[in-house]
C-alpha cells in the first residue's frame, strides 16, 4: 500500500497541526477495497491529545461518526457526478453513504447481506497510529448500484481524516480547494495507486 500526505486544512487550528503528520493509502485486495491512515505526532504528549472511540469487540452502523475523529475515504464513479462516502472509527463503527452529485441526494448505502466495513488492524505506539479498514467491493457495488449505475467505475479515492484532539479539531485531505474544510469536493479526490 502506497501513503501519501494529507494536509491539514490551511489557516485553522495550524499550529496545533504541526504536531502531527497524516498520512493514508488504499489498495485493492480479492474482495475489498483495504484502506489506510498513520497519524504520527512529534512526542507522546502530542498522541495522547487525539481524541479516539474505545475499540469494540464488533462495530455497528452509526450516524455522525465525522463529529468524532473519523477516517474517510470518498469513491466518486468516473462516469457520474455520483459518489459513496465511508466513515469509519476507531471503535470499528462505520457507515457508507451515496450522493447522487455534490452533497445531494445523500442515502445510506444498502448493505443487503454483504459483510460490513470493518476493522482489519490497530496498533499504537509512543508516538504513531495506524489504522486499516476494510470496505468489501459488495457494498461497493450495492452503493453504485442504488445510485442506478450499471458499473462500479472509480479510478480514483478521497482520503481523508477528522482528527479530533482535545484542545483543537483539524481536518486533513490530498488537497483543500474550499474556504472551509470540504472533503465532499471532488477536486481533492485523487489518490490512484490503489490497484495492483
Not at 66 to 74: H, M, N, S
Request: proline residues 5%; contains cysteine; negative net charge.
Amino acid at each position: 500500500m502506497e501513503f501519501v500526505n494529507l494536509t491539514p486544512f490551511p489557516g485553522l487550528h495550524q499550529e496545533h497541526a504541526r504536531s502531527y503528520k497524516v498520512t493514508a493509502g488504499a489498495e485493492m485486495q480479492a474482495g475489498s477495497l483495504t484502506l489506510g491512515w498513520k497519524i504520527t505526532a512529534v512526542n507522546a504528549t502530542a498522541l495522547d491529545e487525539i481524541v479516539l472511540a474505545e475499540p469494540k469487540e464488533r462495530g455497528v452502523r452509526r450516524d455522525g461518526l465525522w463529529k468524532e475523529t473519523c477516517f474517510e475515504a470518498f469513491l466518486p464513479h468516473a462516469g457520474s457526478d455520483a459518489y459513496l462516502e465511508f466513515n469509519g472509527a476507531a471503535s470499528g463503527d462505520w457507515n457508507c453513504y451515496s450522493f447522487r452529485t455534490y452533497r445531494e441526494g445523500m442515502n445510506p448505502v444498502p448493505v443487503n447481506g454483504a459483510s460490513p466495513p470493518r476493522i482489519l488492524s490497530m496498533t499504537r505506539s509512543a508516538k504513531e497510529i495506524e489504522l486499516r479498514y476494510s470496505l468489501p467491493m459488495a457494498v461497493v457495488k450495492q452503493g453504485f448500484f442504488s445510485l442506478g449505475l450499471g458499473s462500479i467505475d472509480f479510478d480514483a479515492i478521497g482520503l481523508t481524516l477528522v482528527l479530533n484532539c482535545r484542545s483543537a479539531t483539524t481536518y486533513w485531505a490530498l488537497s483543500h480547494d474550499g474556504v472551509k474544510p470540504d472533503f465532499h469536493l471532488r477536486s481533492s479526490h485523487t489518490y490512484d495507486s490503489f490497484r495492483n
